[in-house]
């Protein structure tokens, strides 16, 4: 039987780029990782605004956001009935102040999606390592999941202690990674509270973290992995960045980078320039992921405006490159087709529609012939996910001057596959596909101009 995407996972695929909001008390004390010792009168946002970050975000393309609600620190950005280390105990909005409330409020307004992400390591709880941090864990889920309406997203990292606080203990405190988080048990929690919800870690269960923290999914990306044996903050990076085509679960890529060097605001840092979030964008998006670019509000508690700036142009470029197929309405014709499932599908612009290989061809070949010659260096590729990932290698040539010229190819496709490749005139191309999993099935096959603006490609 096919592994296949459930509907969340479908719908998830289809938002492609989600922001992360990474804001706590370590933007007030210039670090990455706080120790938990910080006092929460730090924490002044002057002009905290999470309508900017809204609709930033909205214009920028992202159809959702993820906020730090609780980072290592373990200072918490709404204020729990669990502890006193939050904003509770902040002078920010007379300590009455809510930022989760106030991004969930925001997003609904706009129509943006809201995820949340609660560090299972916390530096400043005493007792963490112990038994007792884990009632103390999953009854803040609890207070998160209950309390904001609709979560899209619960994101779990692998953070596995060391040293901390610790209520004062200021010691270093080891756990087994393994084991001591329970998180089946918490993700059955998550399930339980926010059962739309898509659950992030190494492991999934629904989307998954791509090895690294540089926005780039493996050449080959699979959606099917297997869990069974994954350690949350152990896993194997190549691994979980490739993918596996004989995984038994679908389990989404997910590839988080910050468009700054750090994760949380520092003033000596600056941004990602707009062609480089066009490159990472190709390597994340364009190679069957969804792409997770966090923008860290500075002090004030608003985006900085060279990172607004840097984002909207990339949004612009990306919108100009894919503003115009040129292979829309091109006659298709296939080596062989399965029955109902005709080759024209794939350029028909209908998410729905789909060609498929006759029953028991595993290869294929289809032409491409445009109405008139033109100049691209772009290809869009995608699978129709419902049905599976099936495609493991294909080559797309040009006819040139009566010759056909080999002009890319690659492995997997999924649910999009973005190929930039020196620019190419034709009036004609052959897409053949030469490995596939299980009847090769392909929903769309388009042609680009990149905008001037972008980056060198590949």
Not at 133 to 148: C, D, I
Not at 336 to 356: E, M, R
Not at 357 to 380: C, E, G, K, W, Y
Not at 437 to 447: E, I, K, N, T, Y
């Amino acid at each position: 039987m096919a592994v296949v995407p459930s509907p969340q996972q479908m719908a998830y695929q289809e938002m492609e780029l989600i922001g992360f909001i990474h804001f706590t008390i370590n933007t007030f004390t210039d670090k990455e990782w706080g120790d938990g010792s910080e006092d929460p009168a730090l924490f002044a946002p002057a002009d905290l605004d999470a309508g900017q970050w809204v609709d930033v975000a909205k214009r920028a393309g992202m159809k959702g956001l993820i906020l730090t609600a609780k980072h290592h620190d373990g200072f918490c950005l709404w204020p729990s009935k669990l502890t006193r280390h939050s904003v509770a105990s902040s002078p920010w909005s007379g300590g009455k102040g809510d930022v989760v409330r106030e991004l969930s409020r925001a997003c609904r307004a706009a129509g943006i999606k809201m995820g949340l992400y609660l560090s299972p390591w916390d530096r400043n709880h005493p007792e963490y390592a112990r038994s007792g941090y884990l009632t103390y864990y999953r009854s803040q889920l609890r207070e998160l999941l209950t309390g904001y309406g609709d979560v899209f997203e619960v994101w779990f990292d692998g953070a596995n202690g060391g040293s901390g606080y610790y209520g004062g203990a200021r010691e270093n405190r080891t756990i087994d990674r393994a084991s001591y988080y329970g998180w089946n048990e918490t993700w059955a929690l998550v399930k339980q509270l926010q059962s739309g919800a898509v659950i992030f870690s190494d492991a999934g269960p629904d989307v998954r973290w791509i090895g690294n923290e540089h926005g780039e999914a493996g050449e080959t990306n699979w959606s099917t992995l297997n869990i069974d044996d994954i350690v949350v903050g152990a896993a194997d990076r190549d691994y979980l960045n490739s993918g596996d085509p004989v995984g038994e679960r679908w389990v989404v890529g997910e590839c988080d980078v910050s468009i700054r060097p750090g994760w949380f605001f520092h003033a000596d840092q600056g941004a990602k320039s707009p062609q480089q979030l066009v490159d990472i964008y190709y390597r994340s998006v364009g190679r069957n992921a969804t792409l997770l670019l966090n923008i860290p509000p500075d002090r004030s508690g608003r985006f900085h405006e060279r990172d607004v700036q840097n984002l909207l142009e990339f949004r612009s470029i990306i919108d100009e490159t894919f503003a115009k197929d040129l292979a829309a309405d091109a006659d298709v014709t296939a080596s062989h087709c399965f029955k109902g499932l005709a080759a024209h599908h794939i350029v028909d612009n209908d998410k729905s529609t789909y060609w498929a290989a006759a029953r028991s061809r595993q290869n294929a070949a289809l032409t491409v012939r445009l109405h008139q010659p033109v100049r691209f260096d772009r290809i869009a590729l995608a699978e129709p996910i419902r049905l599976g990932q099936r495609i493991a290698a294909f080559e797309i040539e040009a006819r040139i001057e009566g010759n056909w010229v080999r002009i890319a190819r690659g492995t997997t496709i999924g649910y999009k596959r973005l190929l930039r490749i020196p620019e190419t005139e034709t009036d004609c191309l052959r897409l053949t596909i030469s490995e596939s999993r299980a009847l090769p099935a392909l929903s769309f096959f388009g042609l680009y101009k990149a905008s001037p603006r972008e980056a060198t490609g590949e």
